[in-house]
């Protein structure tokens, strides 16, 4: 439970978030005049259709030689600065477009108090997914209530009072933007427009409902409600966007969008709400984290202010609430039939969003879905899965003009409009490795449950597709004869070089997975043949430098005193699966990690949570999560870059929870880094690839029972100190349960 005791002043600071995938909220609390920002995740200015143009990043003149003029250079001079590269082969970007806030619902309170009085109290329930702000005003005790369902993709709200006839407003509709008129008859306000920049058609439609009271359509376009004693609204959204290329335009939204709120105005309030907690939370209470806290009676913003990551029962609290908040908001932001959750989740209150809340695909996309598997969410992928699958036909085209061969790709980040090409910012617009890294969610999906029908038919598909743009594009080093990929860049630090680390560790993976995924399907052997020659002359993007450190580059160029921000050549240690701890290649990692140092932006220091939990380290895993807390994280518990970038919050979820399990080298691992701070606690519900969920129990920082449940039927190695050879091999059927306890 996050709670308040004063309304939000500002958005991006201390609004309170709802959403269902598709739909989002931010619940503000303000008295006199209710604000709720929503959003609707498809409405984006750009794309075809756009005043600017458009060329989905595509050159628009051929360019032929470029790219292996390009090569050349690297082959002969060693590297060459970014803005060479870009002036060789980025363009300036046209009709790119930016998310939009879609308005703002203002809830106009007659008589409501100017400012809030000890009884003000605005709070949001992670574990059912409903905000709610209570007053009393002249003796009279009035409660909002706010939920976005996904069963009934409508965003809902109930104005309430202990006294009858005491509820009034006058609810209406604004926006930063002009395009659009909005209507009131009956009990229905219509929001309808057409975005200026690319014509793209939206509708929001709003009904109110009483108990008692009445309600009166405006001429200006707003509902008015007077002497209820309760009334309730239901809003539903949508635009004529469709994720099909190349047009990528559907259906009017009219009609969906009335469907949804007449469906749920004709139903109770009652039913509507109890179809979206249960949906919630049937999702959230998979999972529950002790971690021996005690939630104090603090306002969440005091809790975070009074944050040292010390040993009180407070301090547990709040990392225990970050954790499960990470979890609320990938149910709120990723829900099947719509896009995935962006830099922003589902949740903008701009025309201009900051890197226009897009989807970054050299690290920020894929880290949102980092704690999908292994915190039992693995339904949120769903819209991810999709997106990457709507990517690959727009991924072909710039293959084959900008590379000339087959296969997808795109590069350093997206939209919704299959921008797969490149622009001109020199040190962030090129990075065709990130196709490959994008499938590599999908596959994880797969080790996570098994399923074979999911391979073939989802992930297979697109990983064949890259790995085999990946056999097409890789090049014969001359300093070595080994493949590596070129031009490559490690993103956002350096310059441009043949076989970056990064570059290499991510290819090796992808062609590593695409091989034990064709082998599984038994794809033809002439294919898995190639695959194997490749992996045998890759490469490997491996290597140890002067001072013990993991090399960033293939040349040894790293500085001891560089602390950027980004860590990228560690991806083989997390999220890939090469680097094992133990191993010299993990001191090596462990030296870069100490060079970096433990500063940097949110997301930065969620990947280093993941990092030092990888290499077994707990203690400084959880420094990282508290350098986290004290210094990249908002009042409202939001990741901040700065500014608010939701990828800090999912990673910090997926490396609290690779504290407690990992499973990625094949063995389930318990408690691989449990820190200090941490000496009694429980998690149940922990995913394990493989198909097992896993509860475990500690005290005194050691494992005293684990229970593990099979959702399929194959043998399992277990790590733990619950054994005394540190090892057991359990012979799992489906549907069974086994109980683990010292010795056992």
């Known amino acids: 439970m996050l709670h308040y005791r004063a309304p939000a002043a500002d958005w991006e600071r201390e609004t309170l978030p709802i959403g269902c995938g598709a739909l989002g909220a931010n619940i503000w609390g303000t008295l006199a005049s209710e604000r709720l920002t929503f959003n609707e995740k498809t409405l984006w200015t750009g794309g075809p259709g756009s005043a600017e143009g458009y060329d989905f990043g595509n050159w628009t003149a051929p360019r032929p030689g470029a790219l292996d003029g390009v090569r050349e250079r690297l082959d002969a001079e060693g590297s060459l600065t970014p803005d060479e590269v870009a002036a060789a082969l980025g363009q300036a970007r046209r009709g790119y477009g930016a998310y939009q806030v879609f308005g703002e619902l203002r809830l106009d309170i007659p008589g409501a108090p100017a400012a809030p009085d000890a009884s003000y109290r605005r709070s949001l329930d992670l574990r059912t997914a409903l905000a709610t702000v209570t007053y009393t005003q002249d003796g009279t005790v009035h409660t909002r209530e706010y939920f976005a369902s996904h069963p009934g993709a409508v965003i809902g709200g109930r104005l309430t009072a202990d006294r009858p006839g005491q509820v009034a407003f006058t609810l209406r509709h604004t926006s930063p933007r002009d395009d659009f008129t909005a209507t009131a008859s009956g009990d229905r306000l219509t929001v309808r427009g057409a975005l200026d920049d690319n014509g793209l058609r939206f509708e929001a439609q709003i009904r109110v409902r009483t108990a008692s009271g009445t309600v009166t359509a405006g001429a200006d376009g707003s509902l008015t409600v007077t002497g209820a004693d309760q009334a309730w609204f239901f809003l539903a959204a949508g635009t004529d966007y469709a994720d099909t290329y190349p047009d990528y335009r559907g259906e009017d939204p009219h009609g969906k969008v009335t469907a949804a709120v007449d469906a749920a105005a004709a139903t109770s309030y009652e039913e509507v709400r109890a179809a979206h907690t249960g949906d919630h939370s049937a999702l959230f209470d998979r999972v529950v984290l002790d971690v021996g806290q005690q939630l104090p009676d603090l306002p969440t913003d005091q809790l975070l202010s009074g944050y040292t990551g010390g040993p009180g029962a407070a301090d547990r609290a709040l990392e225990a609430l970050f954790f499960q908040y990470g979890r609320y908001l990938l149910i709120a932001s990723s829900r099947a039939g719509s896009l995935p959750a962006n830099l922003q989740g589902v949740w903008n209150n701009s025309t201009t969003p900051p890197w226009s809340a897009d989807y970054h695909s050299n690290i920020n996309l894929q880290m949102n879905y980092w704690p999908a598997e292994v915190t039992n969410l693995a339904e949120t992928t769903a819209p991810y899965d999709r997106y990457v699958q709507a990517m690959r036909e727009p991924g072909r085209r710039t293959a084959k003009e900008m590379f000339g061969t087959a296969g997808w790709v795109v590069h350093n980040e997206t939209n919704p409009f299959g921008f797969t090409g490149v622009h001109d910012w020199s040190t962030a617009f090129w990075f065709p490795e990130a196709a490959a890294w994008l499938t590599q969610q999908m596959y994880e999906h797969y080790r996570f449950s098994g399923s074979t029908d999911y391979l073939r038919s989802t992930a297979y598909p697109a990983m064949k597709e890259a790995a085999e743009f990946w056999l097409a594009n890789l090049r014969t080093d001359p300093r070595d004869g080994l493949l590596v990929v070129t031009p490559s860049y490690s993103p956002e630090h350096g310059d441009f070089t043949a076989g970056a680390a990064m570059s290499q560790q991510i290819v090796h993976d992808l062609l590593t997975s695409t091989l034990e995924a064709a082998r599984t399907l038994g794809d033809a052997p002439a294919f898995r043949s190639r695959l194997e020659t490749a992996l045998d002359h890759l490469d490997p993007g491996l290597r140890t ?37 133990g191993t010299a290649w993990a001191k090596a990692a462990e030296a870069t990690l100490g060079a970096r140092g433990d500063g940097g932006t949110g997301w930065s220091k969620a990947w280093k949570i993941n990092f030092w939990a990888r290499l077994r380290d707990g203690d400084h895993a959880h420094k990282m999560l508290v350098e986290q807390l004290k210094d990249s994280t908002l009042p409202n518990l939001w990741d901040t870059h700065p500014p608010f970038q939701i990828d800090g919050n999912f990673g910090a979820t997926a490396g609290m929870a690779e504290m407690l399990l990992q499973s990625g080298h094949d063995t389930i691992d318990i408690l691989p880094a449990l820190p200090a701070g941490w000496p009694d606690g429980s998690v149940r519900g922990l995913r394990a690839r493989g198909g097992f969920t896993v509860d475990i129990e500690w005290a ?45």
């Open 700 to 744: 005194r920082g050691t494992a005293r029972r684990a229970v593990i449940t099979a959702s399929r039927t194959r043998a399992a190695t277990v790590r733990s100190t619950l054994f005394a050879s540190g090892e057991k091999v359990i012979r799992a059927r489906a549907g069974q349960r086994y109980t683990l306890t010292p010795d056992s």
């Open 545 to 581: 430098g002067s001072w013990g450190q993991l090399q960033e580059w293939k040349t040894d160029l790293d500085d001891p005193a560089d602390t950027h921000r980004h860590v990228s050549h560690l991806f083989a240690l997390h999220p890939g699966r090469r680097i094992e701890p």
